[in-house]
């Protein structure tokens, strides 16, 4: 798609772009969620070859400040001693336990220091190995929790527009992103239905942190629930800050109103906080910033510093205690993953957990949080600029689109960035960044400014 359009669009920068990189053969890796032809064509610029803090290097040898931290997943920095010895020593004494019917020391450990960081009230972790399986797990247990009380017709799940729950065939289905359901239409989970999205640029352009517009789109949820009936519907799924839609931060109120609606319908809440959880909003997870407690949450990303996959779902006391039924030595959920639990994803989450507290890693981000929202902001009146937003350690710079395919504008930001030394993230027309906690205050003023350049000259 996007090098047909080059063909009718073509970019100023394209003269530059060298047809083909010999020294990297890139031909037989399919790439997801990447424009795999015109990649290919200039892989060098894009292939990361070493990672150290801040920075990654590319295999032309440029240097990138890592805008953000990785896919969300690495605010630490890159190659942090203390995780990469406990990977190390790990492989060591023990690289792989069985995960149904076994255990190790260190799952049991870290389940118990996730349910410390979480909010009160929470109190059992079931894991899996990425987002997508993270999410998956969630609704299932929603749905099972249900059919265990006896409520079986509790069935429908509800998600929300322009939501991002991983690619799992739940996680599409709940998920609010036209161009991640459309391909895959007949696999789509039946009964599940979308609360309206939360922006609206007319109310809410360049809002800093939570727009005051807004929470009675919460009450949406009413008008669902009464069109389909309470008893049918199990849960309701949200990120409390919706990350890859383009850091849609919820209205002040909004959340709160979810909450008391869930919770006068016998629904359970879920947050997804695959990329909220573990400190980018500058409290362990999204729950504490925004006060309200979740049913469930999601989890995945930080929590190894995005070293060795791992996710996992938190639960309440009164779901884990809702399978807790019949003969002892039955299963009680028919679910997991060979690697639920992997000793070595164990041993990174707790160097990393450990390197959390040590570095005081959500109180820096809190610290940074202000920064980043003045400068960011500075950006408005720039050329295209239509809206900021930011919350937390997070922020996007929308830009009005140019003719052609949706996403041209912000890809010539992404490349002109690329060549200042700047790895931004970009999805449609926006520009995300959630650098790493370890950040410098100069290195975020310089990655906006360098944003300003290249928003200036990317026409
Ligand atoms: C909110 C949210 N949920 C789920 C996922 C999926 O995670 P993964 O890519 O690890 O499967 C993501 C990934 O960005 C996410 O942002």
């Given at each position: ?23 990297v ?6 790439m ?9 064509r200039s ?37 942090h ?140 949820l ?37 909450r ?28 504490q ?43 009680e ?34 610290e ?16 295209g ?35 200042e ?39």
């Amino acid at each position: 798609m996007v090098q047909l359009a080059l063909r009718k669009f073509p970019m100023k920068h394209e003269a530059r772009a060298p047809r083909q990189d010999s020294a990297v053969r890139t031909d037989a890796y399919w790439m997801p969620f990447t424009h795999n032809r015109y990649f290919k064509r200039s892989p060098a610029s894009r292939t990361l070859v070493r990672a150290e803090g801040a920075y990654y290097t590319a295999a032309d040898g440029r240097r990138l400040f890592d805008c953000l931290s990785g896919l969300w997943c690495c605010p630490l920095g890159h190659a942090h001693p203390k995780i990469a010895e406990a990977v190390a020593k790990q492989l060591k004494e023990l690289d792989y336990s069985p995960a149904f019917q076994m255990g190790h020391p260190k799952i049991f450990s870290l389940a118990e220091r996730i349910v410390e960081l979480a909010p009160k009230g929470m109190s059992q972790v079931f894991f899996a190995n990425s987002g997508s399986e993270a999410v998956d797990t969630a609704l299932k247990i929603a749905v099972a929790y249900h059919r265990a009380r006896g409520e079986a017709s509790r069935t429908r799940l509800i998600g929300r527009e322009r939501g991002y729950h991983g690619v799992g065939i739940g996680g599409i289905s709940v998920g609010g992103i036209a161009s991640n359901r459309k391909m895959f239409a007949p696999l789509l989970v039946p009964g599940v239905d979308h609360l309206p999205h939360t922006h609206n640029p007319a109310q809410m352009a360049f809002s800093r942190g939570q727009p005051k517009w807004g929470a009675h789109l919460a009450d949406e949820l009413e008008r669902i629930i009464a069109l389909h009936d309470a008893s049918t519907v199990a849960a309701v799924i949200v990120e409390p800050m919706q990350g890859s839609g383009g850091v849609i931060v919820p209205p002040a109120g909004y959340l709160e109103r979810l909450r008391a609606i869930c919770d006068r319908h016998g629904i359970l809440l879920i947050f997804d906080e695959v990329i909220t959880g573990f400190g980018r909003l500058g409290e362990p997870f999204g729950a504490q910033r925004f006060g309200i407690t979740p049913d469930l949450i999601a989890f995945a990303k930080i929590v190894t510093n995005g070293t060795i996959p791992m996710g996992g779902v938190i639960v309440k006391p009164a779901i884990y205690e809702a399978f807790m039924t019949g003969p002892e030595t039955a299963i009680e959920l028919f679910h997991g993953y060979t690697y639920s639990g992997h000793p070595v994803a164990a041993a990174a989450a707790h160097a990393a957990l450990d390197a959390m507290a040590e570095e005081d890693s959500f109180k820096r981000a809190r610290e940074l949080e202000p920064l980043l929202e003045q400068a960011v902001h500075s950006l408005r009146g720039e050329p295209g600029v239509v809206d900021i937003r930011n919350i937390g350690l997070a922020a996007a710079v929308e830009l009005e689109p140019v003719p052609g395919p949706p996403g041209m504008r912000a890809l010539r930001v992404f490349e002109r960035g690329m060549e200042e030394g700047m790895l931004y993230r970009f999805t449609g027309d926006t520009i995300a960044m959630a650098p790493p906690f370890i950040s410098t205050g100069a290195e975020i003023e310089t990655m906006i400014e360098k944003l300003r350049a290249a928003i200036r000259t990317a026409r």
